[in-house]
T-cell receptor, first 114, second 113 residues
Framework: AQSVTQLGSHVSVSEGALVLLRCNYS??????LFWYVQYPNQGLQLLLK??????LVKGINGFEAEFKKSETSFHLTKPSAHMSDAAEYFC????????????FGQGTRLTINP | KAGVTQTPRYLIKTRGQQVTLSCSPI?????VSWYQQTPGQGLQFLFE???????NKGNFPGRFSGRQFSNSRSEMNVSTLELGDSALYLC????????????FGQGTRLTVV
């Protein structure tokens, strides 16, 4: 069963506009949550992670995400989009089945319009 | 500190052949995981090795196998290649403890013709 769902396979915003990428997780998993970014022909780079503590997590490149247990959400935001933000973004959770593994959402491709 | 190194970056193989991909984790990391990325299925977990032992395995056929050496380097092997095995294969290394960050390599792009 999928443990994380990303809403919207494609998101397009104008340069300078707010970026909002949505991620919901199934409540049966531990709340170890991650956002990764993937540029074309590259591997995945960690943007930010939530494990415990403060629910608002700040990451690299001006991104942040808020863990909301009541909504089982971990949406990614950035106040002002830059052309260099164009990439694919993956939300992921750690699932423990014997040993742990990362389970990824389907990804959201972010396009930035000039 | 060197990152995760995957070799080769690109590979073209013929149906029925076998292939071996290599991953060198970050120094000191003992956990190596492998993922398959395709446009249709997204990122799917293949298996994870820790200190030369397979700790976890995804839902892939037995044609997909792996191993880890004493220096934590890992290889994955796919035998009897099928067209559907064409994908980007990503390796990730971590210290191995729960919720620690996984660092990814740039991947090996395998094309089966």
């Amino acid at each position: 069963a999928q443990s994380v769902t990303q809403l919207g396979s494609h998101v397009s915003v104008s340069e300078g506009a707010l970026v909002l990428l949505r991620c919901n997780y199934s409540s049966s998993v531990p709340p170890y949550l991650f956002w990764y970014v993937q540029y074309p022909n590259q591997g995945l780079q960690l943007l930010l992670k939530y494990t415990t503590g403060a629910t608002l997590v700040k990451g690299i490149n001006g991104f942040e995400a808020e863990f909301k247990k009541s909504e089982t959400s971990f949406h990614l935001t950035k106040p002002s989009a830059h052309m260099s933000d164009a990439a694919e973004y993956f939300c992921a959770v750690i699932v423990i089945q014997g040993a742990q593994k990362l389970v990824f959402g389907q990804g959201t491709r972010l396009t930035i319009n000039p | 500190k060197a990152g995760v190194t995957q070799t080769p970056r690109y590979l073209i193989k013929t149906r029925g052949q076998q292939v071996t991909l290599s991953c060198s984790p970050i120094s000191g990391h003992r956990s190596v995981s492998w993922y398959q990325q395709t446009p249709g299925q997204g990122l799917q977990f293949l298996f994870e090795y820790f200190s030369e032992t397979q700790r976890n395995k995804g839902n892939f056929p037995g044609r997909f196998s792996g191993r880890q050496f004493s220096n934590s380097r890992s290889e994955m092997n796919v035998s009897t290649l099928e067209l559907g095995d064409s994908a980007l294969y990503l390796c990730a290394s971590s210290a191995g403890a729960l919720n620690t960050e996984a660092f990814f390599g740039q991947g090996t792009r395998l094309t089966v013709v």
